[in-house]
């Protein structure tokens, strides 16, 4: 049971990497392999045509820096399973919750609380969101709001 909780927190508090890692501008999706990969985890190099690059921490092919771009928010929540908006009594936006696994377990991002949440059968576990990474989501979840 101990176990379980552990892999519990430590699955959300990936997934709250990862979004930290997105909205500070790391988070990027390699166009060879599919994967997405942090800039933190890469060294840049100079190629022989002076050009600055790295190497795909997954499948090792040769990335041009100056052709990546980050992931945004946008992106990252693209393929968002659910999204619950919280608003004033003025129908004003608040805050949003947004559901990026169902089922087992499922994972939210919670923006009115500053966290990732996981619940998984009677299990649950939490994992903090930066301030700036909230803000971040929640202009993302604003202007969907107010389309």
């Known amino acids: 049971m101990k176990e379980e909780r552990e892999e519990n927190y430590q699955y959300c508090r990936r997934i709250a990497e990862e979004i930290e890692n997105v909205t500070d501008g790391k988070l990027y999706h390699c166009p060879y392999c599919g994967n997405d990969f942090c800039m933190d985890d890469t060294e ?65 991002v919670d923006t009115n609380a500053g966290e990732v949440k996981l619940a998984w059968w009677g299990e649950r576990a939490t994992a903090y969101l930066s301030r700036s990474a909230c803000d971040a989501i929640d202009e993302y979840g604003e202007e969907l709001y107010n389309c």
């Open 44 to 108: 840049e190099y100079e190629t022989e045509d002076g050009d600055t690059a790295i190497h795909c921490p997954n499948c090792k092919e040769e990335l041009l820096t100056d052709e990546l771009e980050p992931l945004s928010v946008y992106d990252y929540f693209s393929d968002a399973l659910d999204i619950e908006f919280t608003v004033d009594a003025q129908r004003e936006y608040k805050g949003i919750c947004i559901w990026v696994t169902v089922g087992g377990p499922s994972i939210w």
